[in-house]
């Protein structure tokens, strides 16, 4: 029988994990939870998704928006094995007592703080740490991203010291009324909070981060600076991220010379929403310099973290100890499976 998933918060990441979920052979979707009557929420019954209130305030005010309501929260929770929490920043922990109360095991996302599960995942990194967890946390979107390229980056070598800067984009498209719409603001006071989030995952790694606000929704971009212990070659990167799944190389002499041109390439593969799971590193900003390296990529901050709650949903309901197969299971349900990609070699950290 499918492990049934509760998504709670239908937004720019949940709509798109309870796809995902859905997608899948081994689990299915068992509803969603919000509390707007949003045509937006809506889609989620054209998908015959079940759809519940968080609170009998939400429940009347969805019925008299014209959605169909299937019950309550605590009967959304008693249709579910587990609950991926995607709610604002603020409000999932808010939620939390009710998992508890229920016994349902919880996923929440990177908006929120490590020490709320004391466990935060990434898959290539430490999906076999998961197994049968009841807590655990999915990175946000600019930390999965760098745990997927340090763990792929590390095959080539000891790295002694990464920096990253971090340029993010202003608001996702949807928050109409976030900016900067025309500035760029830094993060200010020294080190952003990506590098030591990234050591939530990979303790032992040594990276820093600065990071800047830009005005733009697409993606975020990252230019990476790695100093790794031995001198090493150009070859051994590209090699290293052609064997990574959920990393692809782009090529701004193929003409994708921005993160526009690298989503709208998604868009014509016709990704469901022009969705990019994967990293885009651009192979021509690869440079090495002895034991220096440096490099591009962009991340699809709506996408990037969806496949991860997935593996976090097999890994927590111990649907597939092995993270091999249980990494390729969530790829080839996406439609995103790499077959020269190494996928043996993850997620035992
Ligand atoms: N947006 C991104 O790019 C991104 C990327 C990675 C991770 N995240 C993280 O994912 C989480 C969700 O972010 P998001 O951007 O999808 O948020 P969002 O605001 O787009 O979606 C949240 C949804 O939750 C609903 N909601 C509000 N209160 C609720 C309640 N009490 N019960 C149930 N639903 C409720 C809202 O109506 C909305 O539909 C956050 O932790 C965020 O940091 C976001």
Request: overall charge neutral; glycine content about 8%.
């Amino acid at each position: 029988m499918s492990a049934r998933v509760l998504v709670v918060g239908y937004g720019v990441v949940g709509k798109r994990v309870a796809d995902a979920i859905q997608a899948q052979s081994d689990m299915r979707l068992a509803g969603i939870v919000d509390v707007v009557p949003s045509a937006l929420v809506g889609i989620a019954l054209e998908r015959r998704y079940p759809v519940f209130a968080a609170t009998a305030e939400a429940a009347e005010k969805m019925t008299k928006g014209g959605l169909r309501v299937e019950g309550d929260f605590d009967a959304a929770l008693r249709a579910a094995d587990l609950v991926v929490d995607t709610s604002p920043e603020g409000v999932t922990a808010k939620n939390l007592p009710a998992y508890e109360r229920a016994k349902k095991p919880f996923i929440i996302n990177g908006g929120e703080k490590h020490s709320v599960t004391g466990f935060s995942f990434s898959s290539f990194a430490n999906y076999t740490r998961a197994l049968g967890k009841t807590g655990t946390r999915v990175v946000s979107c600019n930390t999965t991203s760098l745990c997927r390229m340090m763990i792929a980056l590390r095959t080539v070598g000891a790295i002694d010291d990464a920096f990253v800067s971090v340029v993010r984009r202003g608001a996702d498209p949807v928050r109409t009324s976030s900016g900067p719409i025309n500035a760029i603001e830094p993060v200010l006071g020294g080190f952003s909070h990506h590098a030591p989030d990234v050591n939530t995952v990979i303790p032992e790694l040594k990276i820093a981060s600065l990071a800047v606000k830009v005005s733009s929704t697409l993606s975020h971009v990252h230019m990476l600076r790695l100093q790794f212990h031995k001198a090493i070659d150009r070859d051994a990167i590209v090699e290293a991220l052609n064997a990574t799944p959920r990393i692809v190389l782009v090529s701004g002499a193929k003409g994708l010379v921005s993160n526009a041109h690298v989503l709208e390439l998604h868009r014509d593969r016709l990704r469901p929403r022009g969705d990019m799971w994967e990293v885009g590193v651009w192979e021509d900003s690869i440079l090495v310099d002895d034991r220096t390296a440096v490099l591009t990529y962009c991340v699809h901050m709506e996408a990037v973290a969806v496949p991860e709650n997935v593996d976090a949903v097999r890994a927590m309901l111990r649907l597939d100890a092995d993270p091999a197969t249980a990494i390729a299971a969530t790829d080839k349900a996406l439609g995103m499976f790499q077959p020269n990609a190494n996928y043996r070699s993850l997620g035992h950290g």
